[in-house]
């Protein structure tokens, strides 16, 4: 009796023991190994149909330019048609997609340097504000943005003259830094005219000296030719008495300061269509005005886009024709039948850029009565 009941302690002993010694297991534990396809939030990737087409689009630019056709003795040359205008790009002719012949109303900032350094040249400078309000329509916008070593917007966007002269008063008790900046100025009012329609230009009156200019005069001119600013730029250089200061003192430095200044004036004028002017006198600054705003007034307005374009960042050169309808130069005659010579001025290039942007549509080069939509103010 005992043996047999040491024999069924022994098989409950057989039976409970794995229940007693095997430890708890966590539900998580009990799963199976995790594969290689469940590892992580990893996801395979989509299989790509055979049939698939891969399409990638560059965008060509409208390449927009405003072109002035005086003769030799700067007469505006009227009357002519599409046909009579040949574009290059890099020596190779475009196709021209649109022209716009005629006036139309000004869209233009004032860009006065305001530094009181030497009061003779900033009175003559804020003189010479005051008489290019004088050549301005009724139909036209204008805006005044003064400077130092910084850019100062005293009147945005208006038709009413009065504002700006004004403003103009405020400044004939001069106060701020005896330093500036004209690169930066510049290139300020270039990146606000973007967003600003209207047939756009700078005028900028001032001796073009740079103290501490953030931007190289690499920079400056780069951005000067971008293509989408397509602001014509007119100087009035004004340091003329800065000159006979340094002669008076025979400072050569600040002499030949003057010099560069007024080269790269020059420079950044010619690449967008316009002209710089140093009067020596304040006469003289009433009829450059009145060709200033004529010139404006008188431009041909010519679209295209280029044949080959590539997103490279680099500069391509662009060159305005006169043609016959054979092809041929054209011939220009006065009105006693004599040949004369012509001049162009038009935007010399344009930078392409190099990353994917989406590139706005210039507006429209008909005539009208257009407006500044938008402002330089943020």
């Given at each position: 009796?005992?043996?047999?009941?040491?024999?069924?302690?022994?098989?409950?002993?057989?039976?409970?023991l794995?229940?007693?010694?095997?430890?708890?297991?966590?539900?998580?534990?009990?799963?199976p190994p995790?594969?290689?396809?469940?590892?992580?939030?990893?996801?395979?990737?989509?299989?790509?149909?055979?049939?698939?087409?891969?399409?990638?689009?560059?965008?060509?630019?409208?390449?927009?330019?405003?072109?002035?056709?005086?003769?030799?003795?700067?007469?505006?040359?009227?009357?002519l048609q599409?046909?009579?205008?040949?574009?290059?790009?890099?020596?190779?002719?475009?196709?021209?997609?649109?022209?716009?012949?005629?006036?139309?109303?000004?869209?233009?900032?004032?860009?006065?340097?305001?530094?009181?350094?030497?009061?003779?040249?900033?009175?003559?400078m804020?003189?010479?504000?005051?008489?290019?309000?004088?050549?301005?329509?009724?139909?036209?916008?204008?805006?005044?943005?003064?400077?130092?070593?910084?850019?100062?917007?005293?009147?945005?966007?208006?038709?009413?003259?009065?504002?700006?002269?004004?403003?103009?008063?405020?400044?004939?008790?001069?106060?701020?830094?005896?330093?500036?900046?004209?690169?930066?100025?510049?290139?300020?009012?270039?990146?606000?005219?973007?967003?600003?329609?209207?047939?756009?230009?700078?005028?900028?009156?001032?001796?073009?000296?740079?103290?501490?200019?953030?931007h190289s005069?690499?920079?400056?001119?780069?951005?000067v030719?971008?293509?989408?600013?397509?602001?014509?730029?007119?100087?009035?250089?004004?340091?003329?008495?800065?000159?006979?200061?340094?002669?008076?003192?025979?400072?050569?430095?600040?002499?030949?300061?003057?010099?560069?200044a007024?080269?790269?004036?020059?420079?950044l004028?010619?690449?967008?269509?316009?002209?710089?002017?140093?009067?020596?006198?304040l006469?003289?600054?009433?009829?450059?005005?009145?060709?200033i705003?004529a010139?404006?007034?008188?431009?041909?307005s010519?679209?295209?886009?280029?044949?080959?374009?590539?997103?490279?960042?680099?500069f391509?050169?662009v060159?305005v024709?006169?043609?016959?309808?054979?092809?041929?130069?054209?011939?220009?005659?006065?009105?006693?039948?004599?040949?004369?010579?012509?001049?162009?001025?038009h935007?010399?290039?344009?930078?392409?850029?190099?990353?994917?942007?989406?590139?706005?549509?210039?507006?429209?080069?008909?005539g009208?009565?257009?407006?500044?939509?938008?402002?330089?103010a943020?």
């Amino acid at each position: 009796m005992k043996e047999r009941a040491w024999v069924v302690r022994l098989v409950c002993a057989a039976v409970l023991l794995p229940l007693i010694w095997v430890p708890a297991v966590s539900p998580q534990q009990q799963q199976p190994p995790p594969t290689e396809e469940k590892r992580g939030p990893i996801r395979p990737k989509p299989q790509k149909p055979e049939d698939e087409t891969y399409v990638m689009r560059v965008e060509a630019p409208l390449v927009t330019l405003d072109v002035v056709v005086t003769d030799n003795h700067g007469n505006f040359i009227p009357g002519l048609q599409k046909a009579n205008f040949r574009i290059l790009e890099d020596g190779v002719e475009q196709a021209v997609t649109s022209f716009a012949p005629g006036e139309a109303p000004l869209t233009t900032v004032l860009l006065l340097e305001t530094r009181p350094q030497f009061w003779r040249v900033y009175y003559d400078m804020l003189d010479a504000a005051y008489l290019f309000l004088n050549r301005l329509r009724d139909e036209d916008w204008i805006a005044l943005v003064g400077f130092d070593m910084r850019p100062r917007i005293l009147v945005d966007f208006t038709r009413n003259k009065n504002d700006v002269q004004e403003a103009l008063r405020t400044l004939e008790f001069p106060a701020g830094f005896s330093e500036v900046n004209t690169f930066d100025a510049l290139l300020d009012v270039l990146e606000r005219l973007k967003d600003v329609e209207g047939k756009r230009s700078i005028v900028l009156v001032g001796t073009g000296l740079n103290s501490f200019s953030q931007h190289s005069w690499d920079e400056t001119l780069r951005q000067v030719r971008d293509a989408e600013t397509g602001v014509t730029v007119f100087a009035l250089g004004m340091g003329w008495n800065w000159e006979l200061l340094a002669d008076y003192y025979d400072w050569t430095s600040l002499r030949m300061d003057i010099k560069v200044a007024e080269a790269q004036l020059a420079e950044l004028c010619r690449q967008t269509g316009g002209h710089a002017y140093f009067p020596r006198f304040l006469g003289e600054i009433p009829g450059i005005y009145e060709t200033i705003a004529a010139m404006l007034r008188n431009q041909y307005s010519l679209a295209y886009q280029p044949r080959e374009f590539k997103r490279d960042g680099k500069f391509h050169k662009v060159k305005v024709e006169l043609i016959a309808p054979d092809g041929s130069p054209l011939k220009v005659v006065d009105q006693k039948g004599k040949q004369v010579k012509v001049r162009l001025y038009h935007r010399q290039g344009y930078h392409s850029p190099k990353e994917e942007v989406s590139l706005r549509q210039p507006v429209s080069p008909a005539g009208g009565n257009r407006r500044a939509t938008g402002g330089l103010a943020p």
